[in-house]
Each structure stands twice: as C-alpha cells, then as structure tokens.
C-alpha cells in the first residue's frame, strides 16, 4: 500500500508553546488529507479535513484557531497545536488519500504537553 | 456524530480460536466500510473492507459481515493468532463525502497462548 509518513513521532513541549506535526504522502499525491486526535483507550475522532489548495474543514467542537492545518502541496499537510496546554496531549493521526483510493494512516505522533 | 468510547471492551481468545468483533454504526447513509487494526502506538492498519451492496466479503483468515437493516458489522477472524492481538475498529463513511470516516469505539482483542 502507499505510505504516509507523519513527523516528529514523538514531541514533548512546554505549555503555551506551539507545535508543528508534519503529514506527508511519500508515493502518490494526496489530493486530500485527514487529521484525528486519539486519547488514551479512545477511538479516534475526525478533527478536520484539508483538500490541497483550500481551507481545512473542522469539525464541530474543534477550534480553528487553535489547531492551524496548512496543506499546501500534494504531498504535505501540517498541524500545528498553538498555545498548547497540558490537555492537548493526544495522539495525533494523520491519514491521505487521493481521488479513488483508499485513505492511508501515518503512524501518529504522541504529543505531550508539559 | 463521531463515536467516542469511554473504554475498550475487551474480547479475550484462545490461540487458535476464532474471534468475533461486532460493531454497530450510526449512519443509514454509509454506504463503505473498513476494519482497521490499531497495535500500540501506532497508526490504524486496513484489514478489510465491504461496500454496502455486498453483506460478506473474505480475505485471508478474516471475514466481514454486513447488516444493513440493523446497522451492524462484524469481524471474523479465524485461527487467532498472538499476532492478531491489537485494537480493532470499525469505520464507516459515505463514498460521496470525500471519504470523511468515522470510527467506532474500538475493541481490545487479547489472545491467549
């Protein structure tokens, strides 16, 4: 299958600081790409959704100012988490997929807010 | 709405038994459904699919069932193996809506050697 890499795999950072997750589609051009946030023993829950070249759709309850989605190019998206606190700590799971295709994971980023 | 599950049930099997997942979805209009498998700390691997006119399709030890009129789904997967132990969730999504899923609770497969 195609593979999505998400990057760091891990990040720690100190409160009110931001973070930057990268997602990027290694071996096809994703026309659209998802992010989801998982807490502990939980499902994963859809945050927003991003075409290349347009605005992210959030989903209800998720603050756009908060967690900032740029997808720029065919082969990248970015999270950033602004002003994070401590209960934004999560794993954070990407997915990609382009036009007919199934959508492909990246492998999440644990992120922890200190 | 997106499903969240204030736990993980738990299916607990003998190796070389057979294990059923079920899942109930929320959406009359889903017309595809996949099953991914989740191990610890990583992102969700795809298993299975089945799109809506179809009610059984098999794979390679697993098998999925769908029932529409209940809203139901269900994993089958034969021969269990301690590889098999992970998380499983159910996704549901309608293909005319840029392929948005939305997951179920999740269910915690232990297998027993």
């Known amino acids: 299958g195609a593979v999505v890499s998400q990057h760091p795999s891990r990040v720690i950072c100190k409160s009110g600081t931001s973070v930057k997750i990268e997602c990027r589609s290694l071996?096809?051009?994703?026309?659209?790409m998802f992010w989801y946030r998982q807490f502990p023993k939980q499902s994963l829950m859809l945050m927003a959704t991003s075409n290349e070249g347009s605005k992210a759709t959030y989903e209800q309850g998720v603050e756009k100012d908060k967690f900032l989605i740029n997808h720029a190019s065919l082969t990248l998206s970015t999270l950033t988490v602004t002003s994070a606190h401590p209960e934004d700590s999560s794993f954070y799971i990407c997915?990609?997929?382009?036009?007919?295709?199934?959508?492909?994971f990246g492998q999440g980023t644990r992120l922890t807010v200190v | 709405g997106e499903s969240v599950g204030l736990h993980l049930p738990t299916l607990s099997v003998q190796e070389g038994d057979n294990s059923i997942i079920n899942c109930a979805y929320s959406?009359?209009?889903?017309?595809?459904f996949i099953w991914y498998k989740q191990e610890s700390g990583k992102g969700p691997q795809f298993i299975i699919d089945i799109r809506s006119n179809m009610d059984k399709r098999q794979g390679q030890r697993v098998t999925v069932l769908l029932n529409k009129t209940v809203k139901h789904l269900s994993l089958q997967i034969a021969a269990t193996q301690p590889g098999d132990s992970a998380v499983y969730f159910c996704a549901e999504t309608a293909m005319d809506s840029s392929y948005k899923l939305i997951f179920g609770s999740g269910t915690r497969l232990l297998v027993r050697p």
């Open positions: 071996d096809f051009q994703a026309t659209t």
């Open positions: 959406n009359s209009a889903s017309d595809y």
């Open positions: 997915s990609a997929r382009s036009v007919n295709t199934e959508a492909f």
